[in-house]
C-alpha cells in the first residue's frame, strides 16, 4: 500500500532555511510512515515570467500538491503579526473543501484575542457594548480560540485541535515538536 501523503502547510517556505526545515519534516513523515510534501518540492524556472504569471504559476502549483495529498499539516505559528500567515490559511480551506482531514500546530502560546491585544497596544480599546476594537473600529475577535474561528474550526472538524507548543522565540519557525505531535495525530487518525 503506498504511502500517505501530506501537505506541509505554512509560513516555512520564507525561512532563510527553508529547504533544511522542509528536508527534517519530510524525514519526520516518513518515521510515521507518511510521504511529506513540500511547496518547494518541485523547482521550476520562474525567471522568464513577469511577478504576477509566477505569483499565478506558484499558486496553481501548491492547489495542485494539496490535491495530491490525503492531508494536510499546517504551522500556524504567528507570521508578521498575531494571526497565522494568510496563505496558510488558504490552503487549510482549500484542503477542507477537498475533504481532507486538516491539522495544525503553534510554536507560541496564548489565543488570538490575547495575540491582538498585545500586537495593538493602547490601539486596542473597549466598546461600550462589550468586547474590543480596533482603531479602524473593527471588532477583535474573541472566542478564545488559538487563531481565528475559522482555522480552528478547520482543525476542530477533523476531531482534533490545534497542538500548540510555546518556544522561544528565537527557535519558534523551526521548532518541530508540535509538527511531530500533528504527525502522531494523522497516524493514529488514518490507522483508525
Wanted: with cysteine.
Amino acid at each position: 500500500m503506498p504511502s500517505l501523503r501530506i501537505y506541509l502547510a505554512g509560513p516555512d517556505v520564507f525561512l532563510a532555511n527553508a529547504a533544511a526545515i522542509f528536508d527534517a519534516k519530510r524525514k519526520l513523515c516518513a518515521d510515521h510512515g507518511f510521504v511529506g510534501v513540500a511547496p518547494l518540492d518541485e523547482h521550476f524556472d520562474l525567471s522568464t515570467l513577469s511577478k504576477r504569471d509566477a505569483a499565478l504559476r506558484i499558486s496553481a502549483h501548491n492547489e495542485a500538491l494539496i490535491r495530491s495529498c490525503n492531508v494536510l499539516i499546517a504551522n500556524l505559528t504567528p507570521f508578521r503579526g498575531p494571526s497565522a500567515d494568510v496563505g496558510t490559511a488558504y490552503e487549510m480551506g482549500f484542503a477542507r473543501a477537498l475533504g481532507l482531514p486538516v491539522f495544525a500546530y503553534s510554536n507560541v502560546a496564548g489565543n488570538l484575542l490575547e495575540r491582538t491585544r498585545d500586537h495593538l497596544g493602547s490601539r486596542a480599546k473597549q466598546r461600550a457594548a462589550g468586547g474590543l476594537e480596533d482603531a479602524d473600529g473593527m471588532l477583535i475577535e474573541d472566542f478564545e480560540r488559538v487563531d481565528n474561528l475559522m482555522l480552528d474550526g478547520a482543525v476542530e472538524a477533523g476531531g482534533t485541535q490545534i497542538i500548540v507548543t510555546p518556544t522561544p522565540a528565537d527557535r519558534r519557525f523551526v521548532d518541530l515538536a508540535g509538527f511531530e505531535a500533528c504527525l502522531k495525530l494523522a497516524a493514529r487518525h488514518f490507522a483508525s
